[in-house]
């Protein structure tokens, strides 16, 4: 089992930045692939940007390429989503997901862990 807590979340004009946190605990050996997905109201919920612990490699959705980056400090069983230049289309609640892999997806019938999720306000 693996229990995800994001925080980080909060309003802040276009051009902001916000950094998005994701404390994970349990079995870590499950949370090989991270992720950060979206949901704004009305529409599906997307993947944002997925990391795969194990080889370092990264997805990250065309909409934020270039401006979020996602991370993680093992140390601290912790994983960011650093996000700048906000624009007011990046408004939604933003969700951290885990899943043991091996193959990391954005899509997030692919994960088995989620955590309640943190509200991203952009205003123009």
């Known amino acids: 089992q693996v229990q995800l807590v994001e925080s980080g979340g909060g309003s802040v004009q276009a051009g902001g930045s916000l950094r998005l946190s994701c404390a994970i605990s349990?079995?870590?050996?499950?949370?090989?692939?991270m992720a950060w997905f979206r949901q704004a109201p009305g529409k599906k919920r997307d993947g944002v940007a997925v990391?795969?612990?194990?080889?370092?490699?990264?997805y990250y959705a065309d909409s934020v390429k270039g401006r979020f980056t996602i991370s993680r400090d093992s140390a601290k069983n912790t994983v960011f989503l650093q996000m700048n230049n906000l624009k007011p289309e990046d408004t939604a609640l933003y969700y951290c997901?885990?899943?043991?892999?091996?193959?990391?997806?954005?899509?997030?019938?692919?994960?088995?862990?989620w955590g309640q999720g943190t509200q991203v306000t952009v205003s123009s």
């Open positions: 997901a885990a899943d043991r892999g091996p193959f990391c997806t954005r899509l997030d019938q692919g994960y088995n862990y």
């Open positions: 990391a795969w612990v194990g080889g370092g490699s990264t």
């Open positions: 349990g079995d870590t050996y499950s949370s090989r692939c």
